[in-house]
Structure formats: C-alpha cells, structure tokens
C-alpha cells in the first residue's frame, strides 16, 4: 500500500499557490526518478508505469542506456544551434534515419517542440500548398491548445471556452461505434458518417473547392481512446481525394510503435499527405515533428520558423530512441502485438465479470476501457473511473484517464510481461472495488 508522507502533501500545496491550474489527476502522485517498466515518488512508493508519462516513454521510464547517454554526451557538446537559422549534422542524421520509416514519396520536415507545434506547422502548410481556407476535424478531437490547434480541438468546452471564435474550422462527427453519434449500428450502417460529411458540411456549409485538408488521429487519444473500423479511413480517403482535399494524420500520441506500425494509420491501409509526431520520437525530451509528402513542394523560406525546433539535446535523445526502434523494429512489431492481444484478453475477461465495464478497445498498446454505470445504460461512469484510478495508484499502478470516463493503457512498449500481469492484477482489484460501490449504489 502506498504511503502518503508530509513531505508529498507539502510539494502538492506549494505547488498549488505558484502554479496555473492545469491537468493534475486527482491521486497524489510525486514524481521523483524511475527506469524502465517502474517510477518512485519522492516518498519512495514504487509503481509499475501504465501512463508511459502520457505516452512519451516509449522505451521505459526516462529513456533507455542508450538515449540517457546520448543525452549526456550532447550536453557537453553543445545544447541549442539555432537550426532554423543555421546548418547543423545531428538534425540531418536524424532525419535521415527518419525517412526511412516513412512511406515512399515523404521526406520534407519540420522541427518543433510539441505535438501542438507539429500540428499548428501542418495547419500553416495545408493551407500554405493549397491555398484554401478552411479545415475540417472531429468532435471528440484533441489536436493541441495553441490558437490554431485549439480550432481543430472539439474534446471538451473547458479546453475552448472563452478563446474563440475560431474561424475555417468544420466539425463531424467520429466513427465512436459503442456510442454512435448518429445512433446506428456498426454491422450494418454502410458508412453512414461519412455520407454525413458529404450531405451536410460539404453540401451545405463548404465548398469542398474551398476545404485544404482534414486533420484526424487514427485513434482518438484525449476523445477516449476511440478506434475506427478498419475500412473507415479507406472509405474517407476516397472522399477527400474526390476533392483534393488533404489528409493530415496527428500521430502524436498513436504513433512510433505504439499500435505495433510506425503510424497507428498503417493499421487501416492509408497514406496520409502530412503527418504529425511527438510525445514518443523525442526520447522523453520535447520534440514536435511535422512531416510533408515531396509533391506538396516547399514553402517560401520566413513563412515559417522556430527558435528552439532542432535543439541538439532533444535531437541527441530522438536520434537515439530512432536508431534503437530502427534496429529492433521487427522484435518491436512482435512484441507489441502479442502484449496488446495479451491485455486485451485480459481486459475482456474482466469486462464479463464486471458490470462497468461498458467497452475495451484498442491496437497495440493503446488500449482504453471505457467505464460505464451499467451496461444496459451505458451512463458514462465518472465517478467509477475516478474510483479506478484512485485504488490503482495506492497499491501501486499508474493509469491515466481519456474521455468523459475512459481509462488509459499506455505502458512501455518493452515493458515486461510479468510487469504487465502485475498491473493488469492491481487493475482488476481496483476494479471490483468500484463495481462493488456501484452495485450498492443502484
């Protein structure tokens, strides 16, 4: 059981009188030093890391061997270049090696320092190579929280109240199968969403002439860990290229292995026009990539730029978790898919046996269990989720929530299986406890 000190409680209220509120989960985690499939708080609790950090730590808590000397030697070297402005080899070998993880025909990159950079980069360019003015996304969308990024985002009013208007922006609705928004049945809807698209926004609210791109995440991250049928994005591909209309992939959060292919989109057999990385590919260092097809061309040099995109030290990490995922990728591939079938079932063993489990659904190790009231209902369970999260950091797991009452499995992706059982084990108790309160609660 974890032990909360006076220690923990002091950083937690100073924290609170000097900084803005932000994202903080309810449970009073302390983050002090971990490596690899474990992280310690400064009491010294021990947690097996189910959160990867929000799906940065793609090889163990704070980077491998590898990428933590990596991060070193460079530090002696030198930290920041200026690579907007000036010439430098470490970004160039970076993105050398990069391109060989891509589809033929990409290879024309941009440096960042978050996955909103990357996106508000590729939201310039869209329009910059089309010249169209507007952009269409998804509810339930998180693409980030800058002026722009936050047009495309439609998770929750508390991330956009107050900071609009945000004009060129079209909204449609994502293919959320367990809850779908047009309240049909999957097995035999034909599509029906994306008929939407093409009777409404595009018929009566936009030109399709005038729409440059659609900006998508294969898998709705902050929406709630929210996968499409296989075919969905075939579907839309045909749509958008009726149209010229460009697709931009926000990887940030499903890419670089995470669902077992380089991009989570290669699971559904489509090539996006532009893509979006970080999160992951910057070895627990900031670093937004943004990626553009070589037919798309350049743009005018000033028309877009950074200070620190290219910081040698964030680049010394990416380069080396990269050079690590290029030469174990087929292992990596292997291991990723027989861990996620492995939680998976597990899962679904669970969801039989307890009544708030309303969905389990993911690829890879992006895997998110939706909580619900009851089954027949399906009444979001909040409070269920929050119970959840609660009773699994104090015996020692480290979960995060999506959505309006999802639950996040992002470890590793070495993580070991045993680790894995061990985590799925606390998972399940903490589960029967809120299954138990909701029980006595009906």
Not at 134 to 151: D, I, K, S, V
Not at 309 to 316: D, F, K, L, R, Y
Not at 362 to 390: A, C, H, Q, T, Y
């Amino acid at each position: 059981m974890i032990k909360i000190t006076k220690k923990i409680n002091d950083v937690i209220k100073r924290d609170k009188k000097i900084f803005i509120n932000t994202t903080r989960e309810a449970y009073p985690f302390v983050a002090h030093h971990g490596e690899g499939d474990f992280v310690y708080d400064i009491a010294g609790n021990k947690f097996i890391d189910f959160s990867s950090f929000i799906a940065v730590y793609a090889f163990g808590v704070n980077g491998n061997a590898g990428i933590r000397n990596a991060i070193k030697r460079q530090a002696d070297l030198l930290s920041h270049a200026a690579f907007t402005d000036y010439y430098s080899e470490l970004p160039v070998k970076f993105g050398e090696l990069l391109v060989k993880m891509l589809p033929k025909g990409f290879g024309r990159l941009f440096l960042s320092n978050s996955g909103t950079e990357a996106n508000e980069a590729a939201l310039k360019f869209a329009k910059l190579f089309t010249d169209k003015p507007y952009t269409l996304a998804y509810y339930n969308a998180f693409h980030g929280r800058t002026n722009g990024t936050l047009g495309l985002t439609a998770s929750r009013l508390v991330q956009r109240d107050h900071f609009g208007p945000f004009p060129g922006v079209v909204h449609v609705p994502f293919p959320y199968c367990y809850r779908c928004p047009l309240k049909l049945e999957p097995e035999s809807c034909g599509f029906a969403c994306i008929d939407y698209i093409r009777k409404y926004p595009l018929a009566k609210e936009v030109d399709p002439k005038e729409v440059n791109s659609f900006f998508i995440e294969p898998i709705q991250g902050e929406g709630g860990y929210v996968v499409p049928p296989r075919d969905y994005f075939k579907e839309l591909k045909r749509l958008l290229d009726e149209h010229n209309i460009l697709l931009v992939d926000d990887e940030v959060q499903a890419g670089y292995m995470r669902t077992g292919k380089f991009f989570a989109l290669d699971n559904f057999g489509v090539t996006a026009d532009i893509y979006t990385m970080a999160k992951a590919v910057g070895g627990g260092l900031p670093l937004g990539v943004t990626i553009t097809k070589l037919s798309l061309g350049n743009i005018e040099p000033g028309a877009h730029a950074n200070t620190f995109g290219g910081n040698h030290i964030s680049v010394a990490a990416a380069y080396a978790s990269l050079k690590y995922m290029h030469n174990n990728k087929r292992k990596l591939e292997r291991q990723i898919v027989s861990k996620g079938k492995h939680i998976m079932k597990r899962l679904n063993e669970m969801k039989e046996r307890y009544e708030i489990i309303g969905d389990v659904r993911g690829i890879g190790l992006m895997i998110g269990i939706e909580l619900v009231r009851n089954k027949k209902s399906k009444e979001p369970g909040v409070k269920e989720r929050d119970i959840v999260l609660s009773e699994s950091f104090k015996n020692g797991l480290l979960l995060l929530p999506a959505g309006t009452s999802t639950i996040r499995i992002v470890p590793p992706l070495t993580a070991n299986i045993v680790n894995i059982d061990k985590g799925l084990d606390i998972l399940d108790r903490a589960i029967s406890v809120a299954d138990r309160g909701a029980n006595q609660s009906r």
